[in-house]
């Protein structure tokens, strides 16, 4: 198959809508479309269509009882497929969509069991990026869509990530630019008493206790190592994800003896012939004496540091290293997100200094 890659952001308004218009034909006829959102490309198909959202799980490699996000662009879709909106639900919705919100709900019968894997709730999310809006507006469909990188690798945060992963398998790209925020979206539980953060992202439980009295975060979110009786509730957290090709080290520990650390275990890989990757700060670039130093953003904006965290790994994977030290972060707001995606690409490996 021949993947097409059509520029939607920079176009004229009439090559913006022949682009949106052959996007949703693809979409209606049970076809894949990539699409830009604020968090990260997705894997768009149409979220009724069981055989459409099977073909999501055969691009990616995506294992079968792992549920996708139905995006909507209104908030009256949520009725067509949810059975019970509680009112707290709705205070959420109100308050933080369209955004980087996805919000699971007891689902209706239409929605499929290839969608959700068999769970008997659904994931839905309002995305705020306006391209993201008019293409599920122009398909006339609920739109499921996973992260459109390959199972394993890390999220696309630019169109030509999403091409390095589904070049010949999806039909059509469009291109939107660079996203804006770089890590997925929060996902909140609300189909149980107490709603429970399944994965932390640029909306935080700070944020969402503004507008509820209590949110609980799921063990398997801030858990170091996965324990066996820890079962992870958003069944996308139980593997290993956004992997680099290197072996990756997480150090933590004051800033001075991690890049001690991080120079010591370096001079050690280099002289055994190995190529290092270092993650490091603006703060701290200038403090490293040998490696490949990649920018993860400024200690001082995290929010530079989420928007970079995909684009670092994958580059490092361009350039081929053989074992990649990263700097860590704080662990409460977006440091959270942050800490979250970074430990599971180092698998959990982490050395304490
Ligand atoms: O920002 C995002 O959320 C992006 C963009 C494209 O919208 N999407 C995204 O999708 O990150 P994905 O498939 O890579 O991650 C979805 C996560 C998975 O961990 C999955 O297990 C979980 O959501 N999930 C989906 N439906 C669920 C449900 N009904 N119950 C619990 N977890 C669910
Ligand atoms: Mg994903």
């Not at 990260?40 to 691009?59: C, F, H, T, W």
């Not at 039909?171 to 149980?192: H, R």
Request: proline letters at 6%; glycine letters at 8%; hydrophobic letters at 40%.
């Amino acid at each position: 198959m021949e993947t097409e890659l059509l520029n939607i952001e920079k176009v004229s308004p009439e090559e913006k809508a022949a682009a949106l218009k052959k996007a949703g034909e693809i979409i209606r006829e049970g076809g894949l479309v990539a699409f830009p959102t604020e968090t990260v490309y997705g894997l768009g198909a149409d979220a009724l269509n069981a055989e459409a959202s099977a073909k999501i799980y055969a691009a990616k490699g995506r294992p079968s009882d792992n549920p996708l996000i139905v995006h909507i662009h209104d908030v009256d879709q949520v009725y067509e497929i949810a059975s019970e909106v509680p009112e707290a639900a709705k205070k959420v919705m109100e308050k933080f969509w369209p955004g980087p919100l996805t919000v699971i709900l007891n689902k209706k019968s239409c929605v499929p069991d290839g969608t959700t894997g068999g769970l008997k709730t659904v994931a839905i999310r309002m995305p705020s990026h306006p391209l993201a809006r008019d293409f599920i507006r122009e398909s006339g469909r609920m739109i499921a869509a996973p992260s459109a990188n390959t199972s394993g690798r890390p999220s696309p945060t630019l169109a030509s990530h999403v091409y390095e992963d589904m070049q010949g398998r999806i039909p059509l790209i469009l291109d939107g630019g660079a996203v804006g925020i770089g890590i997925e979206s929060t996902i909140i539980d609300m189909s149980t008493d107490t709603p429970t953060i399944l994965r932390p992202g640029y909306i935080t439980k700070d944020m969402l206790e503004e507008v509820l009295p209590k949110v609980n975060i799921d063990p398997a979110v801030t858990g170091r190592t996965m324990k066996k009786n820890v079962v992870a509730k958003a069944p996308g957290m139980k593997y290993r994800h956004y992997a680099p090709k290197a072996d990756m080290t997480l150090v933590e520990g004051d800033m001075d003896k991690v890049v001690a650390y991080i120079n010591e275990q370096t001079k050690k890989a280099e002289a055994e012939g190995k190529k290092v990757g270092i993650i490091c700060t603006e703060e701290s670039q200038d403090m490293y004496q040998g490696g490949n130093l990649e920018v993860i953003g400024s200690r001082e904006h995290e929010e530079t540091v989420a928007h970079n965290l995909f684009a670092v790994l994958r580059d490092f994977d361009a350039r081929k290293v053989d074992c990649i030290f990263s700097e860590s972060f704080s662990k409460d707001q977006l440091g959270q997100a942050i800490m979250n995606r970074l430990l599971k690409a180092a698998g959990h490996k982490v050395a304490e200094v």
